[in-house]
């Protein structure tokens, strides 16, 4: 059973992933404080300050997720080809390959390729 959790263990990407996501998810929860603190420097007289304040932290916020999430696509992409040995595939592998005879429905039309048309 120690053996799986060693297994487990995450590694510096995996601990990189978590730190963007934990970052994304504090600057998103400090939005609204920002906007109460702008609108308390807006009602002081500073009104570029506070709109300032506001928009900075949302851009830092919407900054902050896109970061977290393509870092986690990223990972999460990497993990599955590592798990489950993906190899991409390009058009000699699928040479081989040929397509079933009868589906088993009456009404489907079987096309030769040159009955293909583009349609736009």
Do not use: C
Request: hydrophobic fraction near 55%; avoid cysteine.
């Amino acid at each position: 059973m120690t053996g799986w959790y060693a297994e487990r263990r995450p590694d510096w990407s995996a601990k990189a992933v978590i730190a963007a996501t934990v970052l994304a998810l504090l600057l998103v929860a400090a939005v609204p404080v920002a906007l109460l603190a702008g609108i308390v420097m807006m009602a002081l007289g500073h009104v570029i300050g506070g709109l300032a304040l506001f928009g900075g932290s949302i851009l830092a916020a919407a900054v902050a997720v896109v970061v977290a999430g393509m870092s986690g696509m990223r990972h999460l992409r990497k993990m599955v080809s590592r798990s489950f040995r993906v190899v991409p595939l390009d058009g000699s592998q699928y040479a081989d390959v040929a397509e079933p005879e009868n589906s088993g429905y009456d009404d489907v039309i079987e096309l030769d390729p040159s009955e293909y048309t583009e349609v736009r």
